[in-house]
């Protein structure tokens, strides 16, 4: 079998982009996002998105698409637009432009996006409740305390103690309380 190199082969990612027309406005829609934009996308959807150690599903989805239409679009949103983005994506839902953003990308990109969010939430759950994650937390975690308690031993002060250890005992009736 006869050898092909890779630079032969001239290949570069697709560029391919999809424009949709939206109240008179040409929006364009790329077919094909990189990996690392969709790492990106995933990763900072799951970061917006979890309260305490749970993913809030309404903000998994929240997040998911208004990432899709930063990512995927050429639209541009200022920086006081992007402040409040529940209401940002309440008004591109409600107006139907994220489902024709949706329908335009290709259902296999957005399907494989949508299945790997999942997966990745599943997949941290599950690990959340190992013998590992535990352990984990704890070594993590340990430094931190140790500095409260080494904090708390530096700011002892015996003669505070004592007086404690006094009015304890005096409203004992100055009997020991030990």
């Given at each position: 079998m006869a050898k092909v190199t890779y630079s032969s082969l001239k290949l570069k990612a697709k560029e391919e982009i999809k424009e949709i027309d939206f109240n008179g406005n040409k929006i364009e829609v790329k077919q094909y996002l990189p990996v690392t934009d969709k790492i990106d996308l995933i990763d900072i959807t799951l970061q917006k998105a979890k309260e305490d150690n749970l993913y809030n599903p309404i903000k998994v989805n929240m997040y998911f698409h208004l990432h899709l239409v930063y990512l995927y679009t050429n639209i541009t949103f200022t920086d006081k637009q992007k402040e409040d983005e529940e209401k940002l994506f309440d008004v591109l839902e409600s107006n139907g432009l994220i489902n024709a953003i949706v329908a335009a990308i290709p259902e296999?990109?957005?399907?494989?996006?949508?299945?790997?969010?999942?997966?990745?939430?599943?997949?941290?759950?599950?690990?959340?409740?190992?013998?590992?994650?535990?352990?984990?937390?704890?070594?993590?975690?340990?430094?931190?305390?140790?500095?409260?308690?080494?904090?708390?031993?530096?700011?002892?002060?015996?003669?505070?103690?004592?007086?404690?250890?006094?009015?304890?005992k005096a409203a004992n009736g100055g009997r020991d309380i030990n």
């Open positions: 296999n990109e957005y399907s494989s996006l949508l299945n790997k969010t999942a997966e990745k939430i599943d997949n941290e759950l599950k690990y959340n409740t190992t013998t590992a994650a535990l352990v984990s937390k704890i070594i993590n975690d340990l430094p931190m305390q140790a500095q409260a308690m080494a904090d708390i031993v530096e700011g002892f002060n015996p003669e505070k103690y004592q007086a404690v250890i006094d009015f304890a």
